[in-house]
């Protein structure tokens, strides 16, 4: 469950990084690879997770 937690977290952090840049900057970059490794997370684990992200 904190891995939900912490994939919703990561996926607000790199809207509100998007929208602050008004474009897709390096910084957006290392946010969506945090991203991708907290969704790594819950695959390997095996847990339900939304299909749309």
């Known amino acids: ?5 912490q ?3 990561k996926v607000s952090e790199l809207l509100t990084q998007y929208a602050k840049d008004a474009e ?3 910084e957006c970059l290392h946010k969506e690879q945090e991203l ?4 790594k997370k819950l695959r390997e ?9």
């Open 1 to 5: 469950m904190n891995n939900l937690f």
């Open 36 to 39: 991708k490794q907290v969704l």
């Open 24 to 26: 897709w900057t390096l």
């Open 45 to 53: 684990e095996k847990l339900r997770y939304p299909e749309y992200i």
């Open 7 to 9: 994939l919703q977290q």
